[in-house]
């Protein structure tokens, strides 16, 4: 049985942090003080870290009222970057709502290998499919000064937090936001060094197991990878050849089981040579990627 823990007799925010991730630890939250930390700075308008130079100050009562409701929330179910409005994604903070996937660490392995990818490149055109709340080609924009993004989502709304945080991160103007379907809202002779994915790669029989805090909240847009999982890659797969440049390269985030499948779905376009899969930081294939053919003929 859980137990809560005991309230203490004056609430500083040592003791409001150390009640709040005893009580989520005891409902199986995992970062338990970590979100504890985050929803308190929150409501306390502060940065986390400056939590600890504050531990002995007591909130006032309507602010431990405010912690007290999104602690509530946050038991039951909602998660933590809904709650706060905002999540740490690579180097920039992206502002977040439950109109967009929360960005995830795995999404990083991404990032860092288009980066590597583009040092060498003078003014690069980049292309990301799916970009919900931007991070990927915000988070390129931004660390690659003279790359030009474009970036497409099938839901306006997500686009709508996508330019937001464009705005927020000063590179709105290198970034061509495009409402549609994967590639189809792109002028037909457009060619890319680089096109980016992170589509939703669910499958249909894993959607039950799925964390409730996922399934209940998060835009089934972007997780609902179809029956498989696969429904995406296929599409993509079909598509993406004709708009990279000779030599240019594709990286699709995969779920992590999905390695062999989404390699032979990018195989078996002749244009295309698949190259090495990268591992995420826990250890697991998460990034596939593979080549257009230097000698591949542009078609158009
Ligand atoms: N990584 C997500 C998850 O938590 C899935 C993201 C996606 O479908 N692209 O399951």
Redesign the pocket.
């Known amino acids: 049985m859980n137990t809560t823990p005991q309230p203490p007799t004056t609430w500083t925010i040592a003791a409001l942090l150390k009640w709040t991730s005893e009580f989520f630890q005891s409902k199986g939250i995992e970062s338990a003080k970590r979100e504890a930390e985050l929803l308190l700075a929150h409501v306390l308008k502060c940065k986390r870290i400056e939590l600890i130079a504050r531990f002995q100050e007591q909130p006032t009562e309507a602010e431990r009222a405010h912690y007290r409701e999104l602690i509530q929330r946050r038991v039951a179910g909602w998660p933590v970057a809904y709650l706060i409005g905002s999540r740490e994604f690579y180097l920039l903070s992206f502002d977040v709502d439950p109109r967009v ?1 929360i960005p ?1 660490p ?1 999404t990083e392995t991404l990032v860092l290998e288009a980066l590597n990818r583009l040092k060498p490149l003078t003014a690069p055109e980049v292309l990301d499919l799916g970009t919900g709340s931007g991070c990927i080609a915000i988070s390129i924009a931004h660390q690659k000064k003279d790359a030009r993004v474009t970036a497409t989502d099938l839901s306006p709304d997500a686009l709508e937090v996508a330019q937001h945080n464009a705005a927020k991160h000063q590179v709105a103007e290198r970034i061509t936001f495009l409402q549609g379907d994967l590639l189809a809202p792109l002028a037909p002779e457009s060619r890319f060094d680089l096109i980016v994915s ?5 499958a249909g029989s894993e959607w039950a197991s ?1 964390a409730p805090e ?1 399934r209940d909240h998060e835009p089934r847009l ?2 609902d ?1 179809g029956p498989d999982g696969l429904a995406f890659y296929r599409r993509i797969a079909q598509d993406v050849a004709r708009f990279l440049k000779p030599g240019g390269s594709v990286l699709l ?1 995969i ?1 992590s089981t999905q390695e062999t499948a989404v390699r032979a779905l990018l195989a078996a376009i002749p244009e295309l040579e698949v190259g090495p899969t990268l591992k995420d930081m826990g250890g697991h294939p998460r990034v596939v990627t593979a080549q257009k053919k230097p000698t591949a003929a542009n078609a158009s």
């Open positions: 996937l995830r795995d992170n589509p939703p790669y669910v799925l996922i972007a997780l990878g985030e779920g």
